[in-house]
């Protein structure tokens, strides 16, 4: 059975509604869908998300969530759609556009708002107390405070909006990027994080292509490693790859000579 767009993203004894899956979890989910079109079956969206299963408890908190960011709309039992916000994350036309189009989504989340809104502005703030809140004057079930915490502060963190200051303090900043009156500014780089470069560790592999240009001031090399063979779809992206490179080069130097060792 499909999810309904009746989900909620908690489902905690008292708890309020929040987004579980925090914003950059999200946008992985979305790029990754994203590379297979605007509409999926409820159990491929739930594959993308990491789910063997689309009716699994889980996964439905997870699409709760993705409809709270604004992300995925129902469009039929068997059908759900990735909304133009989606889109614009997973083909952005330029990374400011995507920022802008995250932030839409964290500032239509209405209590990570008011949350966001009651903080201070520029100066450390406790981790602990914030989690106190939650419960106290937020609604949050005790049993979530904590995920309710991490997701909001990776999320606010994603747009630009907070900073985590080791393992209990945190800041928020202005929209605009500025802290409040009467603090230090913020400086941009610190502020402006780009939310969808999160890394994951990921295992070495065995080579399976490597190449070396050399021009008139160094060398330029593109080495993929896998643990699983490449498709041959894949091979056609390094092939555009391998174009982009070349159109470098002769911005570089003149190419010398090129190694190559391409195992299929």
């Not at 419960?135 to 991490?150: E, H, L, T």
């Amino acid at each position: 059975m499909a999810d309904s767009d009746n989900d909620k993203p908690v489902t905690k004894s008292r708890g309020a509604s929040f987004p579980t899956l925090s914003l950059p979890e999200a946008v992985k989910v979305i790029r990754e869908a994203g590379q297979y079109g605007k509409q999926h079956t409820p159990a491929a969206l739930a594959a993308y998300a990491g789910h063997q299963s689309a009716t699994s408890g889980p996964w439905k908190q997870k699409a709760a969530a993705l409809r709270e960011w604004g992300l995925i709309s129902t469009v039929s039992a068997d059908k759900i759609a990735l909304t133009d916000r989606a889109i614009r994350i997973a083909h952005p036309e330029s990374s400011e556009k995507a920022q802008a189009a995250l932030l839409e989504c964290f500032t239509e989340a209405t209590l990570y708002m008011k949350v966001y809104n009651d903080l201070a502005r520029g100066v450390e703030l406790n981790i602990t107390s914030l989690s106190s809140k939650a419960i106290s004057d937020y609604g949050i079930g005790i049993a979530s405070k904590d995920k309710f915490v991490n997701s909001f502060l990776e999320s606010a963190a994603a747009v630009g909006l907070a900073e985590r200051i080791g393992t209990d303090k945190f800041k928020t900043f202005a929209i605009d990027g500025t802290s409040a009156p009467g603090q230090d500014p913020v400086e941009e780089p610190e502020v402006r994080r780009d939310p969808v470069r999160v890394e994951q560790p990921r295992p070495n592999g065995t080579p399976v292509m490597s190449q070396t240009w050399r021009f008139n001031t160094g060398e330029l090399t593109l080495s993929i490693n896998s643990t699983e063979p490449l498709q041959a779809k894949t091979y056609t992206e390094i092939a555009k790859v391998v174009t982009a490179i070349e159109s470098l080069l002769a911005e570089l130097g003149p190419e010398e000579s090129a190694e190559n060792d391409v195992s299929q």
